[in-house]
């Protein structure tokens, strides 16, 4: 559930509008505000006698105010009942409240109290609220209290939200058949439960979100997650794509594997068999390479290309960075301009010529393979006869991006999609999200790799292991040394990396280092990538800017100042770019001191294994899914109630159940997963 992070607000500073600060919480129309459930609870349908207080525990008394006292800066007032005594405490007040709190008023008083400083149990800053004196005018229900941002009160909750309660059409859409066999309530109860739980209700259940109430909502959740993900399959296996099946002449696949100076890893084969088999269909494909990094998924980008290319069709590959793009360019068309494929490039930083003639030529259908960044999914590129999109590093992109390169379709025909990652997804996680994905996984590295060894360092080593870079350096060797983001603060993070280059540069005089940075020019930031590339930068210093998938087999050791500020899916991804050769290849992690417990842990699942999966799922353990893996990823909205790790079981219930009522009755499941997420990312037509 979204809580906004309370930030001191600076005086003069205007507060924006309610309607902004609501959405900032999540609340837009009236199904969120129905959705939006309390924090917890406050019990007021009782009176507890003021002499059972215990200290600590939030109860409600009534009594009549018999002492109070006014000071500029606060309030103290002495309430009694026929029990007791209790004092009170407002640091800060209105003039309304000291009125309430006048000797003689009967008040109602709901807070924690504490042990003052007399040995009199105290509240400050209680709920106050005049009192008749009589019981039965006391709630029935708990009182909810909400997430609430800045300047939004609960009372203006609670009546928005009740006011919803009425307003939207909760007719139970469940078919009762699994209602009744799950024994859940109806929604209508379910919420009225959640929202205004009635006097007695077990607050320990409502707080392992454990009651029916509760499972009643999850499982909401979960089948209109997965009714969306099975009906953009249906929706997809209904849209036609071009036939990409290995033609009978003209082929180039083959002299492509031929070509290659290496071969093919038996996992690549096999991927590549699956992924072949999809194209060979007239429904679009949407499948996931998923391989660790430097597993070799390039290749299987290139083979699929020239499937669609020898079929008559033309392919793009779409990278998140120009480095990236442009490594593509340059690796792919060394494979295929021998073949006679003419390939366009497209990036944000052309000479204006230069890019109307890449994008003449995919326009007219010259080019047979575009490679790019985002410049691919500009309005100015037309495709002349698109068969196959393809994403690389798809964990860079949202969801609109992907669907963007895909709707570039020739002759109403969909074009297949083929997505590269290398952030392994672990399994529960891919169940949920990624149904509509088929995935195939490269398990297996390129033979003659050496594995790359891990050591963890304080930093105070600094100087002795730039001595030692320095002779690995010297045998013809490349390094990078990775500074990290100190905080969000671009310039002390340069100031840092730029030291660390200068204290390198002094320490090793005949080496040449070379810096990058994410304030370079973009072609300056190419250059430098470039020089190291080619050998003539022996040592490169970068902030985290390395790219991601960047390709220097040359490159054996990287070391990464302050390991500890990473996370581990980021340590690996960095890590990867070394041990692409056959070098002996070192990663050093410093860190500095003192490392806690925790970031000591971490630091020991990278140095203890290289194999991602085993990292993603370390890393899931440390974070959880919700940061783990963005809804920018899965296109599909977050799970708000159920979670993954504890209900399992409900997911395995609510992928049945989500599959049967698609079938049975697709219009209310439909139904269903609409009104479910009304209004949330445009995950539909994902
Ligand atoms: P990633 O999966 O990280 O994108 P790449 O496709 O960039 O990996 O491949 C990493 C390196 O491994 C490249 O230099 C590539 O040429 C090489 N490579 C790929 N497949 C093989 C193979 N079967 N045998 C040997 N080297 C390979
Ligand atoms: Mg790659």
Excluded at 250 to 261: A, H
Excluded at 330 to 346: D, H, K, Y
Aim: with cysteine.
């Amino acid at each position: 559930m979204p809580i906004s992070t309370f930030r001191p607000r600076k005086k003069g500073e205007k507060l924006p509008p309610l309607k902004e600060r609501l959405a900032r919480i999540g609340l837009v129309n009236d199904w969120d505000y129905v959705l939006h459930l309390p924090l917890r609870y406050e019990d007021e349908t009782a009176i507890t006698p003021i002499a059972d207080l215990v200290s600590g525990s939030p109860a409600q008394i009534e009594g009549v105010v018999i002492d109070e006292r006014v000071s500029p800066r606060s309030l103290t007032a002495v309430v009694e009942d026929n029990t007791g005594v209790l004092q009170v405490r407002l640091i800060h007040f209105f003039p309304s409240q000291a009125q309430q709190l006048r000797v003689g008023a009967r008040v109602r008083l709901y807070g924690e109290p504490r042990s003052g400083w007399n040995q009199t149990l105290e509240m400050v800053h209680p709920r106050i609220k005049r009192a008749v004196e009589r019981t039965d005018d006391l709630p029935t229900t708990l009182t909810p209290v909400y997430p609430a941002g800045e300047g939004i009160t609960q009372p203006w909750l609670r009546k928005r939200i009740a006011r919803a309660l009425l307003d939207v059409d909760l007719t139970d859409l469940l078919p009762e058949s699994i209602r009744t066999k799950l024994r859940l309530p109806p929604l209508r109860d379910a919420l009225q439960y959640l929202h205004h739980p009635p006097r007695g209700a077990t607050l320990a259940d409502l707080d392992t979100h454990s009651c029916p109430a509760w499972q009643r909502l999850k499982l909401d959740e979960l089948l209109a997650q997965q009714i969306t993900l099975r009906h953009s399959r249906v929706l997809r296996g209904k849209s036609v794509a071009p036939v990409l099946a290995e033609p009978k002449s003209g082929r180039i696949t083959p002299d492509l594997i031929r070509g290659l100076p290496f071969r093919l890893t038996g996992a690549q084969a096999r991927v590549w068999k699956e992924v072949g088999a999809d194209l060979a269909l007239p429904h679009p494909m949407n499948r996931l390479v998923q391989g660790d990094v430097g597993s070799g998924k390039t290749v299987i980008a290139a083979l699929a290309a020239c499937r669609a290319i020898e079929c008559g069709y033309q392919a793009a590959i779409m990278a998140p960075t120009e480095i990236l793009a442009e490594q593509h360019f340059r690796g792919i068309s060394q494979w295929l301009e021998p073949l006679g494929i003419r390939i366009a490039f497209l990036t944000g930083h052309q000479k204006a010529s230069e890019r109307r003639a890449m994008l003449e030529d995919i326009a007219s259908g010259r080019a047979q393979l575009a490679v790019g960044t985002h410049a691919l999914i500009q309005d100015a590129v037309s495709f002349h006869k698109l068969g196959l999109a393809i994403i690389d590093e798809q964990h860079r992109f949202g969801v609109s991006q992907r669907l963007a390169l895909r709707t570039a379709a020739a002759d109403g025909l969909t074009p297949h999609l083929l997505m590269l990652s290398a952030t392994p997804i672990p399994r529960t996680l891919a169940m949920s999200y990624l149904a509509d994905f088929d995935v195939s996984v490269i398990d297996e590295l390129p033979p003659g790799r050496q594995p790359v060894s891990t050591r963890i360092m304080p930093i105070s080593r600094k100087p002795a292991l730039i001595e030692g870079i320095g002779r690995e350096v010297s045998r013809g060797h490349q390094a990078y040394w990775v500074c990290p983001l100190i905080e969000e603060n671009e310039e002390l993070d340069l100031t840092a990396a730029k030291e660390t280059f200068e204290e390198i540069k002094s320490a090793l005089p005949g080496v040449t280092v070379g810096l990058v940075h994410g304030e370079l020019p973009q072609q300056e930031k190419d250059a430098v990538m470039q020089a190291f590339k080619a050998g003539e930068i022996s040592l490169l210093v970068a902030t985290t800017v390395i790219e991601v998938g960047v390709d220097v087999p040359n490159a054996s050791t990287m070391v990464i100042e302050h390991a500890e500020r990473f996370g581990l899916a980021q340590l690996h991804q960095l890590r990867g770019r070394i041990g692409r050769g056959s070098l002996k290849s070192w990663c050093i992690l410093l860190y500095g001191e003192p490392l806690s417990e925790n970031g000591k842990a971490r630091l020991q699942v990278i140095r203890n294994t290289t194999d991602g999966f085993e990292i993603a799922r370390k890393d899931l353990e440390l974070r959880g899914p919700g940061e783990f893996l963005g809804a920018r990823q899965s296109g599909v909205p977050m799970l708000r109630f159920a979670s993954l790790e504890e209900d399992g079981e409900l997911l395995d219930m609510a992928r049945e159940l989500g599959d049967e009522w698609l079938k049975n009755d697709p219009d209310t499941a439909l139904r269903h997963a609409k009104r479910w997420f009304a209004g949330r990312e445009g995950f539909l037509e994902a």
